[in-house]
């Protein structure tokens, strides 16, 4: 069904894989729409697409240069195969033959696109498009159900004329229709759909010298649950995370990084066009003043090491950007809403995710129980795992964003 209205991709990443049939020239319109939309999108070209569609025409929709071949040196010395699988939020494959299907069901790498898609973990769409008995065909039909079930989501065939002159089921869906299975997706229908996200994530590691840190025991899983929830709920979200064993949530840009001075750079850089912050990492606040150069050996009986602030990066995020929206985390192990409100008058944040702390609780585990805090009140959010609370915080995050431009338009009316 077609959405009412075209869906925000701003800042939405889309490989599109263009596999040989006559609907290669609809990619075309997909590829118009989907920048319209505001999406980011790089064309990979089958040999069998490009005898329908020229790579001219798809790189000036596109403003990238289109690949075609796993063998083109200039093209995977700009963006390796590999990258490229790793780039994208969704992989759409529009049209989709039978064969392009056939290679992705069995996962035989013969070409460039069907590399992408086995090298890639993000998830993938399919826009088949053929011949109605190749699409009847059983072997079609297998392909098709083997996919559905790995999580592939097929959009259409649709029935109608084909361009064989006969009619069926193998028609490629319209663009338009596709535009809005893509926004579904991607959660562009979601309640931060549109908007820009940063969040840390994890702990930080402050060196002693070349072998041993400073570090805790946070272990990212609080923000890597908010940073999938927040994709999941359409936002473009950038993941700047400390050292930790946990797989990349899928849709989302990760920049890992490992002490608190390398967070606070790039977490700096990546929230200059955000719109909401979220600082989740359990950052060091201090380090030891000079790091090492050689490891420190065991000659004495007893080493002090001299410490030094590190700096806030919340505090360094409101001095460089007084309007952005920000949630701030506060770990604490007694007083729990004085010392939260207290964190979130003298950072000057939106909101704080208070939890308690101690004696087995929240840090590496797969729990938690959390207050949120904003000026005018307190919620509970009750306890349950980090993706169950972060699910329950997005919807928390998104009101008060939204509630915070409506008050910023009525202010500047004034
Ligand atoms: N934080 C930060 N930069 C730091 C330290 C902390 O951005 N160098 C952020 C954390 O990500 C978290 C919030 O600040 O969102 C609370 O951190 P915490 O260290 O508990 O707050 P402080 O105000 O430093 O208070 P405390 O004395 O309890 O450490």
Redesign the pocket.
């Known amino acids: 069904m077609r959405a009412m209205s075209q869906p925000s991709l701003a800042g939405r990443r889309i490989l599109l894989g263009v596999s040989g049939g006559i609907a290669a020239y609809k990619s075309a319109e997909l590829v118009r729409l989907l920048r319209k939309a505001g999406a980011e999108v790089q064309v990979v070209l089958s040999d069998g697409g490009a005898r329908f569609i020229t790579p001219v025409t798809l790189q000036a929709l596109s403003g990238h240069p289109v690949r075609q071949s796993l063998w083109d040196e200039n093209a995977e010395a700009a963006m390796g195969h590999i990258e490229l699988a790793r780039w994208p939020d969704l992989i759409v494959v529009a049209p989709a033959s039978a064969n392009a299907m056939a290679r992705l069901a069995t996962g035989m790498t013969t070409d460039l696109l069907s590399t992408v898609c086995l090298a890639s973990d993000r998830p993938l769409m399919l826009a088949p498009a053929m011949n109605r008995l190749m699409w009847a065909h059983p072997a079609t039909q297998e392909n098709a159900q083997r996919l559905r079930t790995r999580g592939v989501q097929l959009v259409g065939p649709a029935a109608g004329d084909q361009a064989c002159g006969e009619v069926g089921d193998g028609r490629m869906v319209e663009p338009a229709d596709l535009l809005t299975a893509i926004g579904d997706a991607l959660g562009s229908g979601g309640a931060l759909a549109g908007r820009r996200v940063v969040i840390?994530a994890g702990p930080t590691r402050e060196a002693i010298d070349p072998v041993r840190v400073l570090s805790n025991r946070s272990s990212g899983r609080m923000g890597f649950a908010l940073a999938e929830a927040m994709a999941r709920a359409g936002a473009a979200v950038t993941l700047v995370a400390g050292p930790v064993a946990l797989d990349t949530p899928a849709g989302v840009e990760r920049i890992d990084v490992e002490s608190?001075a390398d967070m606070?750079e790039t977490a700096s850089r990546a929230a200059r066009d955000a719109d909401i912050f979220v600082?989740?990492?359990?950052?060091?606040?201090y380090r030891p003043a000079q790091a090492r150069a050689q490891k420190i050996k065991k000659h004495d009986e007893s080493l002090s090491l001299e410490l030094e602030r590190?700096?806030?990066?919340?505090?360094r995020l409101r001095g460089e950007q007084p309007a952005l929206f920000m949630?701030?985390?506060?770990?604490?192990t007694e007083n729990l809403a004085e010392?939260a409100r207290?964190?979130l008058a003298?950072?000057r944040l939106q909101m704080?995710a208070g939890n308690l702390v101690g004696d087995g609780r929240a840090f590496d585990r797969e729990d938690n129980t959390l207050t949120l805090f904003t000026a005018e009140d307190a919620a509970e959010l009750g306890s349950g795992t980090k993706r169950e609370l972060a699910g329950r915080m997005v919807e928390r995050i998104a009101e008060a964003y939204d509630a915070s431009q409506s008050a910023g338009t009525a202010d500047a009316r004034r």
């Open positions: 840390t608190a606070s600082g989740c990492a359990a950052v060091a606040d590190t700096e806030d990066i919340l505090e949630v701030g985390f506060a770990a604490e010392n207290g964190k003298r950072k704080v």
